[in-house]
């Protein structure tokens, strides 16, 4: 069964370090899409960030980065010098040749001052 | 407006009551999807349309009803909801069904 796994229901972390937000999956397709979306208080997801399963190097998108281990299944989102409006709710989500894309339970990360 | 819109933001209705939500994307994409987010749980899935046809639908009770007229617009017609039914109802399109979704801000339902 395809399932994503984050096992961190909260995180708080100093503003400006980094932070590391986990994600495991399971999945016996050989073709898929790992996504990252940040949720703020407001209720819109946004995307952050996209790794295909077939890519070599881990995508980046500025302070965003996603460590992807084939292997271990796991697609962890690092959070470069964290900002206070990083603060939200934050969702790994895999999507299948199905096309359905299938939510982890999220973690809510906390930045303080 | 750009992205994708939806309204209203907030809605509170009795259970006797028929209401619609509306979604809209000015991104020029071919998928559309109703997702239901409860407190506690993960996004369910409740409905798919490709090209204004629906694709999936999730075993989604019947007193939440679909409509895509075409591929910039997609309603849900909510009539006898239950009080288990209040959440965050979000919205989302894709280029196609593989591609990146991109989501509006939600609608909170709350139902008395």
């Known amino acids: 069964a395809q399932k994503i796994t984050q096992t961190q229901p909260g995180m708080f972390v100093q503003e400006k370090e980094a932070v590391t937000l986990d994600c495991t999956y399971d999945t016996s397709d050989q073709s898929y899409g790992l996504f990252w979306y940040k949720q703020p208080s407001s209720g819109e997801m946004i995307f952050l960030i996209y790794?295909?399963?077939?890519?070599?190097q881990n995508a980046t998108e500025g302070r965003y980065s996603l460590n992807f281990q084939k292997a271990r299944k796991s697609a962890n989102l690092v959070i470069s010098a964290s900002q206070l409006g990083d603060s939200a709710m934050y969702f790994c989500a895999m999507i299948l040749v199905a096309q359905k894309l299938v939510f982890g339970q999220g973690t809510r990360l906390t930045i303080n001052p | 407006e750009t992205g994708v819109t939806q309204t209203p933001r907030h809605l509170v209705m009795g259970m006797t009551n028929k209401k619609s939500l509306k979604c809209e994307q000015h991104?020029?994409?071919?998928?559309m999807y109703w997702y239901k987010q409860s407190a506690k749980k993960p996004l369910e899935l409740m409905f798919v349309?490709?090209?204004?046809?629906?694709?999936e639908n999730n075993s989604v009770p019947s007193r939440f009803s679909p409509e895509c007229p075409n591929s910039s617009h997609l309603f849900l017609h909510l009539h006898t909801l239950q009080p288990e039914d209040s959440a965050l109802y979000l919205c989302?399109?894709?280029?196609?069904?593989?591609?990146?979704?991109?989501f509006g801000p939600g609608t909170r339902l709350t139902v008395l």
């Open positions: 989302a399109s894709s280029q196609d069904v593989i591609d990146t979704q991109y």
């Open positions: 790794q295909g399963s077939y890519d070599e």
């Open positions: 991104l020029g994409h071919n998928a």
């Open positions: 349309y490709s090209l204004e046809e629906r694709v």
